[in-house]
């Protein structure tokens, strides 16, 4: 017989108590009856020691009780002869995890991890599953579950060594949580076959650097699972010490003012370097503007340094040297040319300059590094050139139109065009209803008492959504002199973006066609408003500029596995035959219809299609140069349950399979129940023979008297 839980049998050594009560027992002498005690004064009887044992029977029930109660929590069962389970009979599944992130492009690590790929592929027992992932952003199947079944046992180990052969490194971050809950969800579901429930069933090898730029947020949000255990097998460098280089983007990215550097440059050291002193160099893409500096970084810090180089810097790339490992030592840089954005103005520019709303509108719109606004002006009886026309994406209108000119204007709505009608005055009510197609708008002159201001504003409009946070969304200090009121619900599909505290509509959106009409029922100028000289009339007009199509504001740096939107400008599709030139000089052309790639190494790429030309650059995710180790308690913190070496490992899975082989021999058997049972019956015997021995001894006392 053996015991689960044998420290309960020191329980029987209570039975000693018992026999110790039935040694000490104390008792009066025997009572003499006599004739008369009245006269007598009463004494306490004298107590003697009994050396020896009395009621035999009941002492040995007392003892019994006691025995079989540490018997039976014991938990005793009956070996049936059976060995443990050997891993050959039960199976495990394995998965094997390999880091294939830019930080493994480092000298030997490469080789490292296919070495531990394959040892852990020769370690698996024939009854184990196993399969081979990859990952860095993404996770990738080298060969699944499902694969393995179907292959040989002997065919296996040679497809992997040849698979990972053909692999290399690539130029992504490390997601090790995201991967680590990836391949511990395709653990739990399962892999076509039942296996034993053990607790070591389930494993991960993980071979990779374990650097600290790996990302672990995936695992903050993700209850581990119990059965699945995580092996970490990290691969190292001789040399650790590694820098890496990124372009710090300008503190005003669309002009840069005179005597600031040209370049901000931030160099990061790891934590584990032994290097402090590196050299940062510029060089254009032709090899232009060359220049470089010294930069002194202590291991764990970053410095940022500035580099003014004499040639244009509008390509190129700034290199590090003074580093043993280089897969990060290079930074590109790809700045557009300005994007010309044409504004069509129909209206009076106006003689006295600050009266007319042309003034305030072409001072709004100031040219950048990579952004040009042409503000084409025509006023009344001057001819608008067919180009102009089909390039302007939106049109201004604050002065009367025309019969030619209301008809070109409704043409370019219909056809997708943004046009913004100012009513200047009630006049322009018939134009406003034949641009629109409807009847009986009833504009007409409004002048407040004292001044209106805005009441309602729909701030999820794009034309307002710049003010929907409460430290700008106070448009209180906006006077109106005056403005014109109309009937707004009989444009169709009318939408009302802001309204005066008087109730009547102030701006209004409505579809013509394919395009859009805003009517903004009072003019910007001093002569009808404040709203020109407010610091909400900027945003707003570039607010009305993105709301039209005429500008896109795209970034044109990336990190290397980003999504790059391919479209010209204004955000419009790419006509033609597009091709994408890579940073090794090599083209390919881009699907009909896709509008968007994958960036999957650092460099600088062009875009060219009819007429557009579109540059960007794809630089290496920064943390991939915190290449110090990364301690595995980071991952037992965020609930990766860490196992333990492998021949421990050993040890510990014979005494697991020990373990759940007791227990389930002793949960069949449930031997502690008779136990407890007997133990209840020789109580009830104990209790029946006190109780007659009991009144066997008040029998001659009740005689006597």
Known sequence: MSFL?????????????????????????ERVRFSSLMFLRQSPPRMTRRSRLEHLW????????????????ARPYLPQGASPPTPADTGSRVAILVDTSASMRRPGLWEAARAEVERSVSGLAPGDLGAVFVFDRDVRSVMSFDEWLTLEPGER??????????????WLGTDVGGALVTVAEVLEEGAGRELAELEDAKRIVLVTDLQEGSRMEALQAYDWP???????????????TNAGVQLVMERDEWSLGEGEPTLRVRVSNAADSESEQFRVRWEGMDGEGAMETDAYVPPGQSRVVALAPTGPVDRGSVMLSGDAHPFDNRAFLARPGAERVKLLYLGEQGESG??????????????????AVELMAFPAGESVPPQDWNEARLVVVTGALGGDRRQAVRSKLIGGGTVLFVLGDASQGEELEALAGVDGLGVREARPANYGMFGRIDFSHPLFAPFSDPRYSDFTKIHFWRYRAMEAERLPDANVVARLDTGEPLVVETRVGEGTLLVLASGWHPADSQLALSSKFVPLMYALLELSGGWVDRPNRYTVGDDVELAGPGGRALEGTVRVRGPEGAERTIETGKDRIRAEIPGVYS????????IFAVNLDPMESETAPMSEDRLAQAGVLIETPETERAEMTAERRERLLAVELESRQKLWRWLIVTALVVLMLETLLAGRLTRRATMPESAAT
């Open 5 to 29: 839980a044998p420290m309960f049998l020191l329980g029987a050594l209570a039975v000693a108590l018992p026999v110790v009560f039935h040694l000490i027992r104390r008792s009066s002498k």
């Open 58 to 73: 009941l002492l040995l029930l007392r003892c019994v009780v006691l025995g079989l109660l540490a018997l039976g929590f």
């Open 157 to 170: 180990r040679g497809i992997i060594r040849g698979r990972m052969a053909e692999m290399e490194p690539g």
């Open 226 to 240: 119990a059965g699945v255990d995580v092996e970490v097998r990290p691969v190292g460098v001789d040399e650790p």
């Open 354 to 371: 600050s009266s007319a709303p042309y003034y305030y509108l072409q001072r709004a719109f100031q040219d950048t590094r990579r952004r």
């Open 607 to 614: 875009v060219i299609a009819t007429g557009v030309t579109q």
